[in-house]
Nanobody, 124 residues
């Protein structure tokens, strides 16, 4: 049973912070790059951040660079996305995905498994 389950979304005021969690099961996290993606209504999916298991390499979209930190805890089979200085344009459903390739992970083309998403709403 391969599963990725996102949590931590909710309503946040502009300028606020939150931490998203992606709990994975049914496969070895060590062999996958985990990415966070988001999709707003009427918009295409956007890669937000990725972390590679082999060396911990991280990547961030320009839109969140400097405001986000991705991290992993292999013992807990969980990947986190810490975001701060949130903006209304960060409002979206956030998904995590498992990618066997560490190349171009923000593209999301090689994702094998997807979670069902968690909604982040940034509004006053």
């Amino acid at each position: 049973q391969v599963q990725l389950v996102e949590s931590g979304g909710g309503l946040v005021q502009p300028g606020g912070s939150l931490r998203l969690s992606c709990a994975v099961s049914g496969f070895n996290l060590d062999y996958y790059t985990i990415g966070w993606f988001r999709q707003a209504p009427g918009q295409e999916r956007e890669g937000v951040s990725c972390i590679r298991s082999s060396d911990g390499m991280t990547a961030y979209a320009d839109s969140v660079k400097g405001r986000s930190t991705i991290s992993r805890d292999n013992a807990k089979n969980t990947v986190y996305l810490q975001m701060h200085s949130l903006k209304p344009e960060d409002t979206a459903v956030y998904y995590c995905g498992a990618d066997p390739s560490g190349s171009r992970c923000l593209r999301g083309y090689d994702v094998d498994y997807w979670g069902k998403g968690t909604l982040v709403t940034v509004s006053s």
